[in-house]
């Protein structure tokens, strides 16, 4: 057995596919196929279930996956060490401010702490640019909305927080003498929205949370920037904005939101690593994120204050 057969054997795994897999590591379906089955011969049990149309770990496998993506962990942190790489690792994490309130300067702190030789560069991305980042091998983590998460190919993804809905407007809107908002007073009510470039499932997803409620988003502007743009629009159009509740700490003043009842939609945010190369740093910056969220400390840090623009990648 060598590392290569364990490295082909979590890419399929990872991806649910020889064939997505086999483009990514650059094989031909055939050979990868036959390297797996190579690894199940010497193990002398069945790894993966192959379907007609997709690949799923046995029990046997999923427990073999586990050790494998570790196993491969400790090679390259072993392989980094015998460079002399240490003292001069980056750990690239691209994020969305407004998705993760509060949490990434705390677990920066934390990561730092365990490991100091490795230096964090954050990088405030959209989901547009976090797909084209990620495709380009620029980061090692990508924190997005499951909707947008999914459509990054070799990524694996775990699920870090959960969201819900809220209405966004000026302080004087109509709507924000409401208490709660039925999302049914959507009607009519002019909206700003993330254009395709920016966020490209925004719009399809909007229609299919209030189609339930016979509402058709009436879409008077649709952003390809960041919030501060964004948050722009939406005063100057006097419009409202459906947005995760999590941009309450990045209101500017003039603008207020509203929860709505019944909920509207409640959403996962996924964090993702490469599926086909293991990264130690990753997996324990991964870990110090998840442990927060389930401390609660993502929402320690959702105070209203005045509202910065972020820094952008260039």
Avoid: C
């Avoid at 740093?281 to 927060?292: P, S, Y």
Wanted: no cysteine; charged share 25%.
């Amino acid at each position: 057995m060598e590392l290569r057969h364990l490295r082909y054997f979590t890419a399929v795994a990872a991806h649910g596919s020889f064939n997505r897999a086999a483009q990514v590591l650059h094989l031909t379906q055939p050979a990868l196929s036959r390297q797996v089955r190579d690894l199940e011969d010497e193990i002398g049990v069945p790894l993966l279930e192959r379907g007609t149309n997709a690949v799923t770990l046995t029990p046997v496998g999923e427990a073999f996956y586990e050790e494998a993506v570790a196993v491969l962990a400790h090679a390259e942190k072993a392989v980094q060490r015998a460079r002399g790489e240490g003292r001069g690792e980056v750990l690239r994490v691209g994020y969305m401010a407004a998705v993760v309130p509060g949490l990434m300067v705390p677990a920066m702190e934390r990561f730092q702490a365990a490991r100091p030789r490795v230096r964090i560069e954050l990088v405030d991305l959209l989901p547009a640019e976090m797909k084209k980042a990620a495709r380009e091998r620029q980061i090692d983590i990508a924190m997005l909305p499951a909707p947008d998460a999914k459509s990054i190919e070799g990524y694996r993804w775990q699920e870090l927080r959960k969201i819900t809905t809220t209405l966004v407007m000026a302080a004087g809107h109509p709507l924000a003498r409401l208490k709660k908002i039925p999302p049914a007073r959507l009607r009519g009510v002019p909206l700003i929205g993330f254009g395709r470039k920016s966020s490209p499932g925004y719009v399809t997803t909007m229609r299919e949370h209030l189609r339930p409620f016979g509402v058709t988003p009436q879409f008077v502007a649709l952003i390809d920037d960041g919030l501060p743009s964004f948050f722009m629009a939406v005063e100057f159009n006097r419009a409202a904005a459906v947005l995760a509740d999590t941009v309450e700490a990045s209101l500017p003043r003039g603008l207020t939101m509203r929860p709505f009842a019944p909920v509207l939609a409640i959403a996962s945010i996924l964090v993702g690593q490469p599926s086909d190369r293991a990264n130690h740093n990753a997996d324990v910056f991964v870990e110090i994120l998840r442990t927060q969220v389930r401390a609660g400390g993502a929402r320690h840090s959702m105070t209203r204050r005045p509202m910065r623009s972020p820094q952008r990648a260039k």
